[in-house]
């Protein structure tokens, strides 16, 4: 099938970088959702994805012309803990695109099978987290957030066994790199300078080619990566949004959203929430995730050293420089993020972090809805968000400060403007768990309704859609799980 015009830019590096291996074939492949609006992006027929054809591709039953399928080689810290080979254990990357703008774009199916990196896993994925991975990584996407996309999610017809006996999916997943910290590590660890410099030349030519003509390119990209990171963190804080597994192969080069394991949105604001039924310490907890972010940096840091000087001191110390940097980048893009959820336009940096800071305390206070919150306040009338915290004083005071920093700004202007980032839907983790287990049931209308109403979060009209309600007690979901 002439799936799409490849240009497989990562298969032409060493051999040591990758194993080249195929998808495994499954018995009864059957599409779940195929991204059409992303087909097109891409440059793809959604009409020939669709068919026998272009399902058998999605489904790792046959190869496109031009595909080299391969699984990348990575080691990482997961937990804190060092594991020098990772690798995709059930993924395979089937190559790269340049779609009709320019963009070049890889190709990957998640849970298609094992690989030379599997370390006796199975290589499979079964429909939830494939299913989660899709709803969320296109919701992140309607949200403004980088992220890797979701392209398709096809059912296999086979079992797979977890804790049950469960059903297979793959997912095809598009993302602008797929290179990774735990890639550099990989090299790092090995002292494979050789091939550390032939991939960070690689990572620059293809992400970051603005640093080429700096006096010092490796240190330019670690500064990138950097600033990508901060931005992207302020992102998810702004939205209540929870990764769950930032281990240093879960960090992408590129600054987009990766791997959506056991992730989440807040519900009712918690500072410390976790979700993850792994994160038993909370090292992964929702206000931990700047630190981390910093941490898993300066792990890459560290990997990059080789190429930053021939003087080891001098390498440390030039390293250690640019990723001091990180909190002040963090502060200022949180800056932006605030700004931008409280409406404010004159405030000073300092000032609009302030307000952020008080109301998520006093959110805390009792556990106040993230998203309604932000929502409700968007409004012209704020009744309604002063009645979610049931009329405390503080509040009132809070709200005082708040329009005083809004200056001469209309409540028209004003709440225009909070209305198109304030979402009014997200994927509750609630809605999500009950896609899944009706799609278990053989129902896929849920599915296909919460990735509808997400794709457009800031539209008015769901501010009364039950999707874009808070769960009641019961239907909480106070755990989630990893897909492997």
Not at 135 to 159: C, F, K, Q
Not at 273 to 301: C, K, M, T
């Amino acid at each position: 099938m002439d799936f799409a015009q490849f240009d497989n830019t990562y298969a032409r590096l060493p051999e040591r970088f990758f194993a080249s291996v195929k998808p495994h074939p499954v018995s009864q492949p059957k599409l779940l959702k195929l991204n059409e609006e992303l087909a097109q992006e891409l440059g793809l027929d959604p009409g020939a994805l669709a068919s026998p054809d272009g399902l058998s591709v999605l489904a790792g039953n046959r190869l496109a012309a031009g595909s080299e399928p391969l699984a990348m080689a990575y080691a990482g810290q997961q937990f804190g803990n060092w594991s020098p080979q990772l690798g995709d254990g059930r993924a395979h990357l089937l190559g790269e695109i340049i779609t009709p703008a320019g963009a070049r774009r890889d190709i990957q199916l998640k849970g298609s099978g094992p690989t030379p990196f599997s370390r006796n896993g199975d290589g499979r994925a079964w429909v939830g987290p494939v299913l989660r991975e899709y709803i969320v990584s296109e919701a992140m996407h309607a949200l403004g957030v980088p992220t890797t996309r979701a392209l398709a999610a096809v059912a296999t017809g086979d079992s797979i066994q977890r804790e049950n006996v469960l059903p297979g999916a793959i997912l095809t997943r598009v993302a602008r790199s797929h290179l990774r910290v735990g890639t550099f590590q990989y090299f790092a660890i090995r002292r494979d300078v050789e091939g550390l410099k032939t991939l960070a030349d690689y990572a620059i030519d293809r992400l970051y080619p603005q640093c080429v003509d700096e006096k010092n390119p490796y240190l330019a990209f670690l500064g990138e990566v950097v600033k990508a990171q901060a931005k992207l963190v302020a992102s998810w804080m702004g939205l209540g949004f929870i990764h769950g597994v930032m281990n240093t192969d879960n960090v992408s080069i590129s600054g987009e959203t990766i791997d959506y394991g056991p992730c989440a949105f807040m519900d009712g604001f918690n500072s410390k929430r976790v979700f993850s039924s792994i994160d038993e310490l909370g090292r992964y907890a929702f206000a931990n995730q700047p630190a981390i972010a910093h941490w898993n940096l300066a792990q890459f840091a560290q990997a990059l050293l080789p190429l930053f000087d021939d003087d080891e001191e001098l390498a440390v110390s030039a390293a250690q420089e640019a990723i001091n940097v990180f909190p002040d980048f963090y502060q200022g893009e949180w800056a932006v993020v605030s700004k931008a959820k409280l409406g404010l336009t004159e405030a000073s940096d300092e000032e609009a972090r302030s307000l952020m800071n008080d109301l998520l305390g006093l959110m805390e206070q009792g556990e106040v809805d993230f998203t309604q919150a932000f929502r409700f306040l968007s409004f012209k009338e704020v009744g309604a968000f002063r009645n979610l915290f049931d009329g405390s004083e503080e509040v009132n005071d809070w709200i005082v400060r708040w329009n005083k920093a809004l200056g001469d700004r209309s409540a028209t202007e004003r709440s225009d403007a909070m209305l198109e980032v304030n979402p009014a839907i997200i994927p509750r983790n609630h809605r999500v768990e009950q896609t899944i287990r009706a799609a278990l049931d053989g129902d896929i209308a849920p599915f296909e309704r919460l990735v509808e109403a997400t794709r457009n979060p800031f539209d008015p009209g769901l501010d009364e859609d039950e999707l874009a309600q808070p769960p009641q007690p019961k239907e909480q979901v106070l755990y989630t799980f990893c897909g492997t």
